[in-house]
């Protein structure tokens, strides 16, 4: 496989350093998003405002981000405001505005998106992107994608580029604000290992605690340590990918935003059906949804390797189950033999309302790693 370039971008403070653009006579000071309205600055005849200090909050609000002034001083992201006003008495408090966050936030993507249309959409100020097509030279192009975000928007952000997405959202963050960070598999062990676990985005408070108490710290600690060590601990699949996390080895595609991740097609039924005693009623409809979704994916150009099923029973609990096969289809056959694998999964005694098929793991057809499955099957039921 060809190295890929993956890029993470991220923005720097954000919500802070939206507000800056509002109020840039705060530059430089420590300053804290986390109000409520009655936090709101008020203007002053002279053009000023007259702000809320932290010194003066009460209250048991959580502080959304801070300024790197603010951060100085100990100030970070979800910590109360009460601790913080402790910290940093004379910090200035903001109330969050998410409407101007969701329109910078707007702002600075379609931005990066006339150079960079490959882009995933990773929640309000980051966004994954794959290089891997551009033929300027990494630094030139990172570059040109953080001016291009700077004269759409005012505000500055960091750029990791690297092999994958775990890698390049490590890079991101190693040198904020207003970075760019490239790093190539030979930087693994130099610039990776030395790394703390809890930098992996994947490996959440609950894995480092653990991981600590078997000793191991950094992601130098996870990539020497023994493979039977951490599946007696982490379970397989986990385990798996920590050593593969140790390796800097990710090969998660970049999702363009106008992929589905996933299609579904389900029916309310007009009476409820029992599995037993309307069996060839729910075997109809079963089918089907199956062939249903297995249109919805020729149509769009998609395989899916996850088949699931949603039931709904008379008293409106719900189930789902899945299923992964070992290749992609679009193949209605493959899906109803997948959906009816699971529905052999779930307890069928009482009455159903609703049935649901659903295929996930989509990949657009043709493209690496999907294997062309049959195109005519037989529809047998199960
Ligand atoms: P982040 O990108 O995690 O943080 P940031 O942009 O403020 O700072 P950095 O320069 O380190 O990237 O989060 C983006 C925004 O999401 C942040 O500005 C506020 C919001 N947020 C919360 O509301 N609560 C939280 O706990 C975190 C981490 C972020
Ligand atoms: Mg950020
Ligand atoms: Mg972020």
Redesign the pocket.
């Known amino acids: 496989m060809p190295a890929r370039r993956i890029a993470h971008l991220?923005?720097?403070?954000?919500?802070?350093s939206v507000e800056l653009l509002r109020y840039p006579e705060l530059r430089g000071r420590a300053v804290v998003i986390g109000g409520g309205s009655a936090h709101q600055p008020v203007p002053q005849p002279d053009g000023t405002h007259s702000y809320s200090l932290l010194r003066n909050y009460v209250g048991r609000g959580v502080v959304?981000?801070s300024t790197y002034e603010a951060r100085a001083l100990g100030v970070f992201?979800?910590m109360g405001v009460m601790k913080a006003a402790r910290l940093a008495p004379d910090a200035v408090l903001l109330p969050t505005d998410f409407k101007a966050y969701r329109h910078y936030s707007q702002l600075f993507k379609a931005a990066v998106a006339e150079i960079a249309p490959e882009m995933e959409d990773r929640g309000?100020?980051?966004i994954y992107l794959d290089l891997s097509s551009h033929d300027e030279e990494t630094e030139t192009l990172a570059r040109r994608l953080k001016q291009a975000v700077r004269d759409a928007t005012g505000l500055s952000c960091s750029i990791g580029v690297a092999p994958n997405k775990l890698l390049a959202k490590i890079c991101s963050d190693l040198d904020?604000?207003d970075g760019v960070t490239i790093l190539t598999p030979a930087d693994i062990e130099t610039r990776i290992w030395p790394l703390h676990v809890k930098k992996v985005n994947g490996i959440g408070p609950k894995a480092v605690e653990k991981l600590a108490g078997l000793g191991l710290h950094t992601i130098a600690d996870l990539a020497h340590v023994d493979a039977g060590l951490l599946q007696a601990h982490f379970g397989r699949s986990y385990a798996l990918w920590l050593q593969d996390v140790a390796q800097g080895l990710d090969e998660r595609p970049v999702v363009t935003s106008s992929e589905p991740k996933s299609l579904s097609r389900e029916t309310t039924f007009e009476r409820d059906l029992h599995a037993r005693h309307d069996r060839d009623t729910l075997s109809g409809i079963f089918t089907a949804l199956c062939v249903k979704v297995a249109e919805d994916l020729k149509r769009k150009g998609y395989v899916g390797r996850t088949i699931g099923i949603k039931l709904r029973y008379d008293d409106f609990r719900t189930v789902t189950r899945d299923v992964t096969l070992p290749a992609s289809t679009d193949d209605a056959a493959a899906i109803r033999r997948a959906a009816g694998e699971c529905l052999r999964r779930v307890p069928l005694e009482k009455r159903l309302r609703l049935l649901g098929v659903r295929v996930t793991a989509l990949t657009p057809r043709g493209a690496a790693g999907d294997t062309p499955g049959p195109s005519q099957g037989e529809l047998s039921l199960a």
Do not use: L, N, Q, V
């Not at 991220?10 to 802070?16: K, N, S, T």
């Open positions: 991220d923005m720097d403070a954000f919500y802070a959304t981000t992201s979800a309000i100020d980051e904020k604000p």
